[in-house]
């Protein structure tokens, strides 16, 4: 009696069970290190996996949840080397009506990278930021701040990020967010296709004749070895724009070489978004070139660096209400303002 066919069917039956096996491997590989068998749309349809995958370094799987308070968490992790585990929370938030110029709490400045747009926003290097709802859409933000409006604050919690594909990210949110509410928006496909980030300058030696790039902004202009100043710029004139001065240590001869922050903000401020919290402040105004503008100075921290009336003198610095004076006659020329 031949014992070949049970080998044969012992062997076909070894081979099914190992490309069963690899089967199971390579659909669990897939499931818990890409998306290829998850859902397309998260966190009740704002985001799509692939915008969201777009965001975050290395790969993995990609989910996302929204909690009670319309705030949605969306993760990528995987076990494969290369797979990188990250977290961004998008939340709603209450602030402000003043926000993000009030005193102290100047929350956009010359050293982000800022949004421009119907939806502004403002984020740090690392893709920490926030972007602006509409104004009708007061009443999403978890929150208690009185005559308030909401904004989206963006937090990455874990991993790296490509901090443009998460602005984008967090603007299409922010579209959708407000469409589920009723209060405008949507609308850009894909749901993260809008403006892109105007990125910050590196932190350079300002020109003292042009300070922050500003013709007829003079300032300093005979520090004792070189310019005292050193800026950050951000934004566009055309909708907002922001500059950042500091001191620059090397080129004062000053005793502390620490790093300050900066003394005075400064902005012009044209998107119709944000006027209403410029007008709040009631910074200077005019209209340029037909639209709305305002000339924000923040100078919370003017006193404390310098700190003393010898390094003020060192640093050939102006008193803050001459800085406020010489860049709005600046900033009015050169918008040709009314």
């Known amino acids: ?34 998306n290829a068998l998850g859902p397309n749309d998260l966190c009740d349809g704002w985001l799509s996996s692939g915008d969201v995958g777009k965001t975050f370094d290395g790969f993995g799987r990609v989910t996302g949840k929204t909690d009670h308070a319309d705030s949605c968490f969306v993760e990528q992790s995987g076990w494969l080397p290369g797979a990188k585990d990250a977290q961004v929370a998008l939340e709603p938030l209450s602030v402000n009506a003043v926000d993000p110029f009030a005193r102290g709490g100047w929350d956009v400045s010359g050293a982000q990278n800022i949004l421009p747009g119907a939806l502004p926003g403002a984020f740090d290097q690392h893709g920490n930021g926030w972007v602006s709802l509409p104004a009708g859409c007061a009443a999403i933000g978890d929150g208690t ?28 949110a922010a579209r959708e967010l407000a469409a589920d509410h009723d209060c405008a928006p949507a609308a850009p496909q894909p749901k993260n296709a809008t403006a892109d980030l105007v990125a910050a300058s590196a932190p350079a030696k300002s020109d003292p004749a042009e300070v922050c790039g500003l013709d007829g902004f003079a300032l300093g202009a005979e520090a004792p070895a070189g310019s005292p100043l050193r800026e950050q710029t951000s934004g566009s004139r055309d909708d907002s724009w922001f500059c950042d001065l500091s001191l620059d240590h090397p080129a004062t001869g000053l005793p502390r070489d620490d790093e300050r922050e900066p003394f005075v903000r400064l902005a012009i401020i044209r998107n119709p978004e944000l006027l209403a919290a410029a007008k709040e402040r009631r910074f200077d105004h005019a209209v340029c070139g037909g639209k709305e503008t305002y000339f924000a100075m923040d100078t919370a921290t003017y006193v404390y660096a310098p700190d003393t009336p010898e390094e003020k003198a060192e640093a050939t610095l102006f008193k803050a209400s001459d800085v406020a004076d010489r860049f709005t006659e600046a900033a009015r020329a050169s918008l040709g303002c009314a």
Request: net charge positive; glycine share 6%; aromatic share 2%.
């Open 145 to 172: 701040a009185p005559g308030s409006r909401t904004v989206l604050h963006v937090n990455v919690r874990r991993g790296d990020v490509d901090p443009t594909e998460l602005a984008r990210l967090a603007q299409g």
């Open 1 to 34: 009696m031949s014992t070949e066919t049970p080998r044969k069917d012992r062997r076909v039956w070894l081979v099914a069970a190992s490309i069963c096996a690899l089967v199971v491997v390579a659909g669990v590989t897939t499931a818990t290190n890409t």
